[in-house]
């Protein structure tokens, strides 16, 4: 007996895609393993709101087309942009977002939920930070994390992702990727040097703040192959020790960036006469989103910005060649992506282009920018155990439970309990020896948690309404909220049974009875951990 493959392709190119939506809502709806290279720039936690003039200045016509495009969404008002979950454009005519953070408004109950039940180091890290920092650094790191979680999962193996933060969170935000990617998948902390700083910032008592922080993950070691080694030229005058001229590529780049000479990569914010500038209150240059572009892909590459505000990162994509994927919660940031894709004479949602700026890296082709709301996200076609997630969002609450085993312990508890058997199937981790037979490999790998009576249904999160399934006929369930008995059925329907008689493999209700000792009794190894209540 073989085991089931669950890869599957993934239909929909989405190169030179803007949503415009929240990004929860797209990363839920991407398949996993689909993107090369993750570069964003989210919020910082700041506590503050951030407002820029658009350069030039915004025009009549382009709020009513922001307008015209959210109506074509169905979204004709304030009321139906919050249900939507997309920033409501309020006749203002500047860029503004806003960095304040709360439990009430910006975390759902059910993220909490999940995080607690499948992240419990994550869990705990959110819960430190409240502790150390404040109940709005924690809200925020909640709302971080659950979209980082999904980061992760849509990254290829061979993967990157650059984070760019600053002081107010860069240290929690290291310990979340550290619990999310996993600590030996971290590589840099990059230092950039914004650059020249006011005189009014001079004055302050004490060493003037003077850069951000880009924290550099590959999703497994694979990636580590992946990076381009990146050369600053040497200086014209540049001599070695020896007296000669040297030979070798440059200076290779080190994790300072705009702190050496000849290494220019100013902050475009504070060179008031730039080119670049579309007024964006948080925009960076492209020559830096390039740097990283370069470095952790290749041509052809699909880059990823689920924070992309002015589109600063998606410009250095295409640039150079790479497939891109943007997404922004705000209209405005359409507005500001088709004036800087404009610029290559690109038509930006079935726009005729004009006012052509020709670049050396960018055919003149009229390429397509396709630009897509809330119910246009893409359909995923790989699917895990938390689908039941996703849609619709329940009243954004939070409280806790109490006690509860890790997602890994339960999986190696239940599949103990059946021989290291699928409860769907029968499906095991089929492994080939030396002398070619065949035994089963005892890995919680390729094995998903599901719930025996859906979540929709009230069905609980604890090990005893939990089963392990395998990947093909979870992704089989698709959003149908199925219960596993009615599962099996249809599976066994499909001749798709590889131990004949599922009653064979796990008596369920016995299963349950156990795993309801274990919890109770906790005379198992297995640990049931207490989590202290938040509400
Ligand atoms: C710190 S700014 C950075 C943007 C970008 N680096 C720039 O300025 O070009 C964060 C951006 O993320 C957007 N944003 C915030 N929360 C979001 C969410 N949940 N989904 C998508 N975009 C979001 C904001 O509208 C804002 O444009
Ligand atoms: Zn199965």
């Given at each position: 007996m073989s085991p089931l493959t669950t890869t599957r392709p993934n239909p929909v190119s989405l190169n030179r895609h803007l949503f415009i939506v929240d990004n929860y809502h797209l990363l839920k709806s991407m398949d996993s393993e689909s993107i090369d290279l993750i570069c964003t720039d989210p919020?910082?936690?700041?506590?503050d709101t951030f407002i820029g003039s658009l350069r030039p200045p915004l025009t009549e016509e382009e709020i009513q087309k922001e307008l015209e495009t959210l109506k074509r969404w169905g979204i004709g008002s304030a009321a139906d942009a919050e249900r939507l979950d997309v920033v409501w454009p309020t006749g203002e005519t500047t860029a503004k977002f806003t960095d304040i953070w709360s439990w009430e408004s910006d975390v759902h109950e059910q993220w909490m939920d999940d995080i607690r039940d499948n992240r419990p180091t994550v869990f705990k890290i959110i819960e430190t930070s409240r502790k150390t920092h404040s109940e709005g650094t924690a809200a925020y790191l909640a709302y971080m994390a659950v979209r980082l979680i999904e980061c992760h999962r849509v990254l290829k193996s061979s993967g990157s992702l650059y984070l760019h933060c600053d002081h107010t969170a860069n240290s929690y935000l290291r310990m979340l990727l550290d619990g999310i990617f996993g600590e030996q998948n971290f590589r840099n902390e990059i230092i950039w040097r914004i650059g020249w700083v006011s005189g009014y910032k001079t004055q302050k008592r004490g060493w003037i703040r003077n850069h951000d922080t880009i924290l550099y993950y590959i999703k497994s070691a694979a990636a580590a192959k992946q990076f381009n080694k990146e050369y600053l030229p040497y200086p014209t005058d540049y001599v070695r020790r020896d007296g000669k001229r040297p030979t070798g590529k440059g200076f290779p780049i080190e994790d300072t960036w705009n702190c050496h000479k000849g290494d220019v990569l100013d902050s475009i914010m504070i060179?008031?006469?730039?080119?670049?500038?579309?007024?964006?209150?948080t925009q960076k240059p492209v020559a830096l989103a390039e740097r990283i572009v370069n470095a952790s892909s290749n041509p052809g590459d699909v880059v990823f910005d689920p924070?992309?505000?002015?589109?600063y990162i998606p410009v250095a994509a295409e640039r150079l060649g790479r497939q891109w994927i943007a997404c922004d919660i705000s209209p405005r940031a359409l507005t500001v992506l088709r004036r800087q894709f404009k610029k290559f004479e690109y038509a930006v949602d079935g726009e005729t282009p004009e006012g052509v700026l020709a670049s050396d890296n960018v055919s003149l082709a009229r390429t397509q920018v396709t630009v897509r709301g809330p119910a246009e996200l893409p359909i995923r076609t790989t699917m895990e155990d938390d689908i039941e997630s996703i849609k619709p969002l329940p009243q954004r609450r939070y409280k806790t439970r109490a006690s509860i085993f890790t997602r890994g312990e339960m999986l190696e508890f239940l599949l103990n309990l059946s021989g290291?058997?699928?409860?769907?199937?029968?499906f095991a981790n089929w492994r080939e020896n030396r002398d070619s037979t065949l035994s089963i490999e005892r890995t919680i790998r390729n094995f998903e948690l599901d719930h025996i009576d859906p979540k929709s249904k009230?069905?609980?999160?604890e090990i005893d309404n939990r089963a392990p399934l395998c990947p093909y006929h979870n992704s089989l369930k698709s959003d149908r909220r199925i219960l596993l008995d009615d599962l099996r059925i249809e599976i066994e329907e499909r001749g798709e049974l590889v131990v004949p008689s599922i009653d064979d493999l796990v008596n369920l209700a016995w299963a349950r009875d156990q795993a309801i000792e274990h919890l109770i009794g906790g005379r198992a190894k297995l640990r049931a951990r207490t989590l202290s209540g938040l509400a």
């Open positions: 919020p910082f936690a700041k506590n060179k008031s006469f730039s080119s670049e500038k579309t007024g964006y209150p924070f992309a505000g002015c589109a290291w058997r699928a409860w769907c199937c029968g009230q069905g609980r999160h």
